[in-house]
Structures are given as C-alpha cells and as structure tokens.
T-cell receptor, first 111, second 109 residues
C-alpha cells in the first residue's frame, strides 16, 4: 500500500498563475484534509471532505478551492497564486475520530 | 482557535524526561499527538478520547483532562530518535482537528 501520495513534490509559480495539487489515498478512508504549514504556525486546515462529492471549509480557505470527485482523490486548486500562499501543503486522510495519515507534502513557492 | 502548547522548545540529554502540554479554550472530544521530523510529514503517536483516558506507546504516554480541556504528553528516558516537533491536535467533533503551533524537542547525547 502506498498510503497517501501527493503530486507534485515541489513547485514554483509566478504571482497570478494557477495550479492543482493532487492527493491520493489507497486506504479507503472517508475523510480527507488539506493543510498548510508555515514556520511557527503549526498545521492549519484549508478544506476537508467527509466523503465523495462533499467538501467543507477549514480555518484558512480563502484563495483555495477543492474537489472530491472520487473517494480516493482530493484536489486542491489555487486559481490565482499569491506570495502569501508560499507554504508546505500536506494532505491527510482518516476514518472517523482515528489517526490521520499524512502525505509527504508539496513545497510551493510563489514569486 | 488553536490550542496552546507549552513549552515552545525544550532541550534534553539522552535519558531525561519531558512533559509537553496542550491546552484548549473549547470543549474537546479528542486530542491527537503527532511528531514531525525536519522535512518529513507528521506521524501519529496516539489519540485520547473524552473520558480522561491515559494511553501509552513504549516510553511515550499521554493524559487527557476533559474538564480542564488539557492534555499532556510524557516522554520518559528520552532517546535521540525522539527529537522533532510535537503537535497536539484537538477535536470538538469526530474528525476535524485544530493543531497547536508545536513544541520543538531536541535530544542531545
């Protein structure tokens, strides 16, 4: 089992460009999450999903959109990237109230 | 609102003990603890559910005082491999977590 995978691992964007981060899990988990991690800030929840076809906003959703068309995939989109979105992005998945399994992360730099 | 972790950083010598605290202003259903090594993803350590349960994992254990909305992580006889940043994640419901800013633990020989 691969667990949780994320693509790409690294990306550099210019201000105003768009991109999509892909998260995939093979554990048949219902719940999936996108976090961003900035120095000294811990992990902050961007959006999450409690099942295929559903999404909800987390703590810091502005500037991001998500989709969960298939149970195993959770996509995070940036429509118009800003330097403030420079961060490390982690995807995670879980079953109810259980441990969250994290992907390896995507390091995004917006110039 | 993020839970508050203390201390922010701690340096230990091998074999010493440490306690990391996590405090929330909200009523909690669960507390999760994760460890993250530099450049890697967070890794689950343990979960504590409402009920004041204490859980253990080798020489790492934790407690959860739901009345005070606090949890503590106890690291006994620390090893070099314990170095990393420890995060608590608090949940008012069954799946969404809010993470603290982390406690950086450094274990030196």
């Amino acid at each position: 089992n691969a667990g949780v995978t994320q693509t790409p691992k690294f990306r550099v964007l210019k201000t105003g460009q768009s991109m999509t981060l892909l998260c995939a899990q093979d554990m048949n988990h219902e719940y999936m999450y996108w976090y961003r991690q900035d120095p000294g800030m811990g992990l902050r929840l961007i959006h999450y999903s409690v099942g295929e076809g559903t999404t909800a906003k987390g703590e810091v959703p502005d500037g991001y959109n998500v989709s969960r068309l298939k149970k195993q995939n959770f996509l995070l989109g940036l429509e118009s990237a800003a330097p403030s979105q420079t961060s490390v992005y982690f995807c995670a998945s879980s079953t109810t109230a259980r441990e969250q399994f994290f992907g390896p992360g995507t390091r995004l730099t917006v110039l | 609102q993020q839970p508050v972790q203390s201390p922010q950083a701690v340096i230990l010598r091998e074999g010493e003990d440490a306690v990391i605290n996590c405090s929330s202003s909200k009523a909690l259903y669960s507390v999760h603890w994760y460890r993250q090594k530099h450049g890697e993803a967070p890794v689950f350590l343990m979960i504590l559910l409402k009920g004041g349960e204490q859980k253990g994992h080798e020489k790492i254990s934790a407690s959860f005082n739901e009345k005070k909305q606090q949890s503590s992580l106890y690291l006994t006889a620390s090893q070099l491999s314990y170095s990393g940043t420890y995060f608590c994640g608090t949940g008012a419901g069954s799946y969404q977590l809010t993470f603290g800013k982390g406690t950086k633990l450094s274990v030196i020989p």
